[in-house]
Nanobody, 128 residues
Framework: QVQLEESGGGLVQTGGSLRLSCAALGRTFSRSAMGWFRQAPGKEREFVAA????????NYADSVKGRFTISRDNAKNMVYLQMNSLKPEDTAVYYCAVDAATSTSWSAPNIAGKYDYWGQGTQVTVSS
């Protein structure tokens, strides 16, 4: 059974940093793109960042470019999201996801429908 477990969320002040981690359990995803999405109260889930299985390609939402960095460790079946210069508008539940159906080395999709597995989410709250 495939499980994605996010961790690293919490409460931080404006301008602070957090590092989210996502562990993939039950299956190896070394040939799958992985991504992060977020959902704020009363809003739809939105794309944050994605990384190809080779780590050669990354994709970011305009709202986080230059502040967030996605990375992965295929040997550990992990994906990370380093979040710097956090703003109150970054407050949301953050979800990691895996696109298990696509194996191209350059794929890093920004569409939620492309992803097959999702974690339960971790809360990030940025206070002003």
């Amino acid at each position: 059974q495939v499980q994605l477990e996010e961790s690293g969320g919490g409460l931080v002040q404006t301008g602070g940093s957090l590092r989210l981690s996502c562990a993939a359990l039950g299956r190896t995803f070394s040939r799958s793109a992985m991504g992060w999405f977020r959902q704020a109260p009363g809003k739809e889930r939105e794309f944050v960042a994605a990384i190809s299985w080779s780590s050669s390609f990354t994709n970011y939402a305009d709202s986080v470019k230059g502040r967030f960095t996605i990375s992965r460790d295929n040997a550990k079946n992990m994906v990370y999201l380093q979040m710097n210069s956090l703003k109150p508008e970054d407050t949301a539940v953050y979800y990691c996801a895996v696109d298990a159906a696509t194996s191209t080395s350059w794929s890093a999709p920004n569409i939620a429908g492309k992803y097959d597995y999702w974690g339960q989410g971790t809360q990030v709250t940025v206070s002003s």
